[in-house]
């Protein structure tokens, strides 16, 4: 949960700043304004950021009507987004560099791939896909490192129509599995190992695993990335650096409609299974470009760092397409902040000169903890723009990236957004939106916030108000369904307060129209800025043969914002030891990844149920949040005597 406290400094930036920026703050007011009043005449000449084979006569034509939910955007427009993110910069930019691949190693040197490379690249890869019989509307499941493959692989999908699914790289085999059959993939490319932090993930052999429970018609593409030995079964493997030197170094760009999808992307939701988030070609990529520009005030000549993964929307949108989109120069980070030591990020960013830093809350915490000494040893000079995504960021943690990275000069943009909106929803523009350490400020053109009291669903109307965040009306970025399960894209977003698009998270807003996310009201908990379903770990916890029952909720954690507290009751018999929480703890990771390990595991002789046999999460929450003075009513429980019994025994005693 964000701090409540509102602090009431608002920080501007400078007259510098603002002189150069795109957006001044009379030309948020006034563009906003218009996007809101006239949405259709205002996307028809955002639509025009992008290059369109066929131009589009329809704008918009969109309903959140329960039952009959339906977004397009551009309809009748035709393109291709890998040719909008290379071909069309080849004229002024093909000897620029498109991507500074930065490796795990600093001791390896970096590559800086030109937009002539990515094109060269981006085609041989496509070649491939094409060679293995990818064709138009076939999905492509990607499992890879932080590897300019995974660029060239995505935009190799877009180039030929095919629709790309990017699994996280830290994902299980069971996970990787579900998603390679529920979108039933034709092809899955992965590589040999993934190095992070000086150790390496085996993902092939992670992939050999998976595929034993798929088709054996998929096809396994690998890009041997650390040359490592790895299983090889002929016929289903094929080595992707090898085929893509022999194939041909053009592909030309198959046309495809806006609305024909260029992604699916899983994420978490309230009940067990992930979703998978569908996004479109056309909407989205004029979204995300728009965003990119003008959320970080990226100009031409600037180097743009987002350390997000590929694996999640942050990475799709704002490594990949957004900036490629717009003839940038974006870096991908293979490594993660502490290795070889904790001043790597600040190494990188002296080394290639960044302009716009952009990174996740949980990593300004962890490393604020290992105190400023390692941000000053480097130079940050080069930095203009900071940048927080993925969870509320607290005004300490925010202070701290102000005063130590960004000296006191650089704006920063806590940009609030989701999976499933492509782009970002709420953010300061950064030469418009003066800042309040810990609020994601303002929606961005063309979004309508809407805040509603949870219970009755009315409306708040005053400025100052909380409740639960919805969007009145579609912008282009939108997801448009989720894969093969319109029934349940409704039912999870439009159903619970008709009419509107509803987010998950609780909001408050200040006297000045600022809004403060704090939080998602479902059952998503946000651990270091990854979305997981509680319903999942719960799944992953009675698969186990010596789990009857268990309620996974989440408690404030320092580092990661919230921790995975799982409360689990034994088989009769089973005995509760260390060691079978270790054998847990190691289950939850084999079975979706070691982003799902429970932090704390409380072994609960009972749960709390009301008659009717419904957990009642509430109490677990306050039990493991330390706070369980004001349990509120537990007299409609069926035994109150468990409770005494999870308070004596809570885990977070801290
Ligand atoms: C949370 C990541 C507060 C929120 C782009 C949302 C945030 C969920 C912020 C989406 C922010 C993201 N301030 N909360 N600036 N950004 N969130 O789908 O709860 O991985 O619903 O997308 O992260 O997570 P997702």
């Not at 795109?22 to 304004?33: L, P, Q, T």
């Not at 990593?363 to 000053?376: K, Q, T």
């Not at 929803?425 to 063309?446: E, N, R, V």
């Amino acid at each position: 949960m964000a701090d409540t406290a509102q602090p009431t400094k608002a920080y501007t930036a400078s007259s510098d700043f603002i002189a150069k920026a795109h957006v001044d703050a009379a030309g948020y007011e006034k563009m906003y304004a218009a996007s809101v009043a006239d949405p259709v005449a205002f996307w028809a000449e955002q639509g025009q950021r992008i290059d369109w084979i066929q131009d589009y006569t329809k704008v918009k034509d969109t309903s959140f009507e329960l039952g009959k939910v339906s977004i397009k955007w551009f309809e009748d427009g035709k393109l291709n987004v890998s040719a909008n993110c290379i071909d069309r910069h080849m004229a002024r930019r093909a000897n620029q560099t498109a991507i500074i691949w930065e490796p795990d190693d600093p001791k390896t040197p970096a590559q800086h791939i030109t937009y002539a490379q990515l094109l060269e690249q981006t085609c041989r890869m496509a070649n491939v896909l094409k060679k293995h019989g990818v064709k138009k509307g076939d999905r492509v499941v990607l499992y890879l490192p932080m590897i300019p493959e995974a660029a060239y692989a995505m935009l190799a999908c877009a180039r030929i129509g095919a629709i790309h699914s990017v699994v996280f790289g830290g994902f299980s085999p069971d996970a990787l599995a579900n998603r390679i059959n529920d979108s039933e993939a034709k092809v899955v490319i992965t590589a040999d190992w993934a190095p992070r932090g000086g150790k390496k993930t085996p993902l092939k052999g992670n992939a050999d695993q998976a595929l034993l429970h798929c088709s054996d018609k998929v096809k396994c593409l690998v890009v041997k990335h650390t040359g490592d030995q790895t299983h090889w079964t002929e016929g289903r493997d094929f080595d992707l650096k090898a085929e893509m030197e022999v194939v041909s170094p053009y592909c030309a760009y198959t046309e495809v409609g806006a609305e024909d999808p260029l992604f699916i992307l899983y994420t978490s939701g309230s009940t067990g299974k992930p979703k998978g988030v569908v996004h479109t070609s056309g909407g989205y990529l004029v979204y995300a470009a728009m965003t990119h520009q003008l959320t970080f005030d990226y100009h031409d000549g600037d180097v743009f760092w987002c350390t997000a993964d590929v694996g999640w929307v942050t990475g799709h949108s704002y490594i990949v397409y957004g900036p490629l989109a717009n003839g940038a120069t974006t870096i991908m980070f293979e490594g993660v902040p502490t290795f070889p030591d904790a001043g790597r990020f600040w190494e990188v960013c002296a080394k290639h000169k960044v302009t716009q830093f952009y990174t996740a809350p949980t990593a300004i915490r962890s490393l604020m903890g290992l105190g400023p000494e390692w941000v000053e040893k480097h130079d940050l000079s080069s930095l203009r723009l900071l940048g927080s995504v993925g969870e509320p960021i607290n005004p300490e943690a925010w202070n701290w990236y102000n005063t130590h990275v960004g000296k006191g000069k650089c704006p920063i943009v806590d940009t609030f957004w989701q999976t499933e909106t492509g782009g970002h929803l709420i953010t300061p523009l950064p030469g418009a939106i003066p800042q309040k350490p810990g609020s994601a400020t303002k929606p961005f053109f063309g979004i309508r916030p809407i805040v509603l009291d949870p219970a009755s669903a009315k409306v708040q109307t005053e400025t100052e108000t909380d409740g639960v965040l919805c969007i009145a009306d579609s912008w282009p970025g939108m997801m448009r369904t989720l894969w093969g399960d319109h029934a349940r894209f409704e039912e999870a977003y439009f159903s619970q307060y008709p009419g509107y698009y509803f987010t998950g998270d609780g909001c408050r807003r200040d006297a000045d129209g600022y809004y403060w996310i704090t939080g998602r009201v479902d059952d998503v908990i946000n651990v270091s800025g990854h979305r997981m379903g509680t319903a999942e770990v719960e799944s992953a916890l009675v698969a186990h043969a010596k789990v009857a029952e268990a309620a996974v909720v989440g408690y404030p954690h320092d580092i990661k914002g919230q921790g995975i507290y799982a409360y689990v009751t034994l088989m009769k018999g089973e005995e509760p030891t260390e060691a079978l929480r270790k054998e847990l703890e190691a289950w939850v990771r084999t079975e979706i990844g070691p982003i799902a390990k429970p932090d704390l595991i409380q072994w609960a002789p009972g749960l709390p149920k009301t008659r009717s046999g419904k957990i009642m999460r509430r109490i677990l929450r306050k039990i493991a949040e330390n706070d369980f003075g004001a349990l509120g009513d537990t007299s409609t429980l069926a035994d109150p005597s468990v409770v005494d019994d999870l308070i004596a025994n809570r885990m977070n005693k801290a």
